[in-house]
């Protein structure tokens, strides 16, 4: 019971953090341009044009991107561009703004007494910390499910189609910040810096992750080192794979592709991190 009560009150801190809510306005608006902004025609639950705004109607002859015909039966071409964009968005401002926001959790903990008071309680340092992850991911996952179920309820209520690749996406979106935060707390832990734990999160996020995912030029540059190459190999599974993750919900909302290997790796690399955080601070001295 105490460890659920670390939970529930790291789940109220994560939530009542002012970036948090300025997230929550902003996909709340979003949604409501989604509602009162977008016109869908559709018949049998297939949609077949579009408008955004009152502007020009899109209709499936009007290419904004490059789709297989397979893809037809899920997500309309005039579509594929709007799912990318938003998925974009989704991962973005879900990761970025929520990092911003967890970031300093545990490493604010062990600087100005909070983890002390916790383990004044009879409570295991591997419960404190686990709870104080686990509250911190599952606020952001509930989240990142409101904006997942909003755009659900969006098609539905437009196109009047239950469409199942809407929600396959929730699972890429959730895995990707609670892998990402096993390693800020792994930083966060070692370096007692929300600094460093938040510098290495974006740079994962806007660079290194994809960079990683594409190693071609890096791989390029130390063709004739070995060694380089097997670390960048190492890092691409051992970190966790935002980029695919990205790339994967991009494919099941356009042309209803499910890929299991980027979770099934992030999930392994968020165990690693958090072991290793466990380690590391059982031996600390408070």
């Known amino acids: 019971m105490k460890f659920l009560a670390i939970v529930q009150y790291t789940i109220k801190e994560t ?28 018949k049998n639950g297939v949609v077949e044009e579009m408008s955004l705004l009152g502007g020009k109607p899109m209709t499936s002859s009007c290419e904004l991107a490059d789709r297989p015909a397979s893809s037809m039966s899920v997500t309309p071409s005039f579509l594929s561009g709007l799912a990318e964009m938003l998925i974009a968005l989704a991962f973005l401002g879900t990761l970025v703004l929520c990092t911003i926001a967890t970031a300093h959790t545990i490493p604010e903990s062990l600087v100005n007494g909070t983890i002390i008071l916790f383990l004044s309680r009879p409570l295991s340092r591997t ?8 509250g911190v991911a599952l606020a952001v996952g509930m989240i990142q499910l409101y904006l997942v179920l909003g755009f659900w309820l969006v098609f539905i209520g437009k196109a009047g189609s239950i469409n199942p690749f809407v929600l396959l996406t929730f699972p890429f979106l959730f895995i990707s ?32 992750s994809a960079l990683l995912a594409n190693p071609g030029r890096l791989l390029g540059i130390f063709q004739n080192s070995q ?41 392994l690399s968020a165990v690693l991190a958090l072991v290793v955080s466990v380690l590391v601070f059982r031996r600390m001295d408070f």
């Open 127 to 134: 419960s404190v910390l686990l709870g104080r992850y686990l």
């Open 177 to 208: 910040f609670a892998s990402m935060f096993a390693w800020i707390c792994l930083i966060g832990i070692t370096s007692k810096s929300t600094g460093m734990a938040s510098i290495f999160a974006l740079l994962h996020v806007f660079a290194l």
């Open 15 to 42: 939530i009542s953090q002012k970036v948090i809510l300025l997230l929550l306005v902003v996909l709340t608006i979003l949604l409501a341009v989604f509602i009162f902004g977008v016109h869908i025609s559709a």
């Open 227 to 267: 060694a380089v190459q097997w670390l960048v190999r190492i890092a691409y599974y051992a970190l966790p794979q935002l980029a695919d993750l990205q790339k994967s919900a991009t494919n099941v909302l356009t042309v209803g592709s499910f890929e299991a290997a980027p979770i099934a790796f992030s999930l």
